[in-house]
């Protein structure tokens, strides 16, 4: 098997964060808030700079507070403060309580990055005072090792400025698409937002199968893991597309093919994840407002 040619891997600006004024609050610091977060400071981003609001805050988001990270500063008269961004990563449930109050920081120059899922710029522009420059994104969670993937889209007001701080944001924690039709997200949504629980599952189904063809448990997990990792990595380091690398596993007449013959089957992958995506696609449609 030819072996495939690496991609060149440019680094892009390693610090586009430092020279970020502030301050940045982030509402809502779970799983995605987090990976957030830790991508920024890692992009140069002063810890000072960012009010973190969450009732609940974890362990993590209490670590940063000792790094400067003003995690839930008491509100007061002096509690208003203009902020460079607002980006909003709580429940898409959770918005029409939590999001109206961070009117309390915006400004005239302030951008309001979302991720949530579903909730569309219609929805936040009634939420937030009128003009409001607002982004809506959807990453996915491979942003927590820096290998996430972001789509964007922009309302009226951004301007050619607050567009690239988007940018900076959404790539510190990898990739950044744009797209000029809000009516796109909800297939974001549902292929690369909750793709990487569609992979996890790929890893689950390969250990029950390997187990029912007599492997033991531990050893099955490892097998699935390290070729679902492995085979991510090849795409990514590779030159070739996806069903070039698949033909370079399948011998004719041998064991891939006998497993493809099901899998590309009527029932097989092609079916189940179009019916997947298309359900996941409805939700998002849902979830708006
Ligand atoms: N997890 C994913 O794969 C993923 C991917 C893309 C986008 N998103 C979107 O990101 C958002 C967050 O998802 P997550 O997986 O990080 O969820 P999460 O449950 O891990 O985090 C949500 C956080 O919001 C906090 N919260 C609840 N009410 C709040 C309030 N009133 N004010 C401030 N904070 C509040 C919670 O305490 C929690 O820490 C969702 O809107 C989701 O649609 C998630």
Redesign the pocket.
Known sequence: MKKPAKKSSKKPATKPLASFTGPLVL????????AMLDGWLGRGLKAQKVIA??????KDIKATAKRGVKVNPKAGPRAKADAQAIVV????Q?AP??VPPLGLYVGKSTLVVS?????TIAFLEKALPPGTAIVRA????PAAVGRGISVAVANKQVTTKQRKLASDLLSAIGKVEWVGDEGLIDAV?AVS??G??YVFLLVEAMTKAGIAAGLPPELAYRLARETVAGSGELLHQSTLDAATLRKNVTSPGGTTAAALNVLMGPAGFDKLLGEAIAAATKRSQELAG
């Open positions: 509402l809502g610091a779970g799983k995605m808030g987090q609001l969450d009732p609940n805050p974890s990563a709580v429940k898409p959770m309580d939590a991720i949530m899922a579903g909730r959807m990453p996915n969670t949504t937002g909750s990487p629980a």
